[in-house]
């Protein structure tokens, strides 16, 4: 597909804003509306080449959903439906909630989850993000010094998601754009 897929799992609905100040930002010539995972099918998602994908932190360091004490079903519930899927050329870039002051033992640890499943599918993942500005003892969503993907704490530090998105995607965008036109 010709456009960039945004799928997020949510729970209390933080993540699916975060979703939508994306798409915002990207616009609809670029972007698709996102998508809560609990409501597509497998084929939905694969039908990009292009992706952001997002979820909360639930449990220690689960993907969200029933099993992790969601109310809704999420990632938990959807990753078994792909089934060994080749993503090879898709590219994927994360984002992920956390609370770095309640959680800080396991600060967003439910985004190298995520990671793991697409990475080991052959998707080539992009998108990582520093550390710095945030105060935690431990995040299992960290290689090589920086996190997996955008990380955003909505309870401890809202006033600067903003600006992190908008550098994110700043960063990310360029590295979409050529795979978008190869799938054109």
């Known amino acids: 597909m ?4 945004i799928f997020f799992g949510t729970d209390a609905g933080s993540t699916r804003l975060v979703a939508k100040k994306i798409f915002s930002l990207l616009g609809e010539e670029l972007a698709d509306k996102p998508k809560n995972i609990n409501r597509v099918k497998p084929e939905e998602l694969l039908q990009y080449d292009a992706l952001i994908l997002g979820t909360p932190s ?53 985004l190298i989850q995520l990671y793991r499943v697409f990475y080991d599918y052959g998707a080539e993942m992009i998108g990582r993000w520093s550390t710095e500005g945030y105060t935690f003892e431990h995040s299992d969503s960290i290689i090589d ?18 600006e992190r998105i908008r550098i994110w995607l700043a960063q990310i965008t360029p590295q979409l754009l050529p795979v978008l036109a190869e799938a054109a």
């Open 2 to 5: 010709s456009k960039i897929g």
């Open 145 to 162: 010094n920086q996190f997996v993907g955008l990380v955003l704490d909505q309870r401890g530090q809202p006033h600067l998601t903003d």
């Open 58 to 110: 639930y449990g220690i360091g689960d993907l969200p959903g029933l099993g992790a004490g969601c109310q809704e079903r999420s990632w938990q519930e959807f990753v078994p439906s792909l089934d060994g899927a080749d993503l090879s050329g898709k590219r994927i870039a994360l984002f992920g909630l956390g609370h770095q002051e309640r959680y800080a033992s396991r600060f967003a640890s439910s």
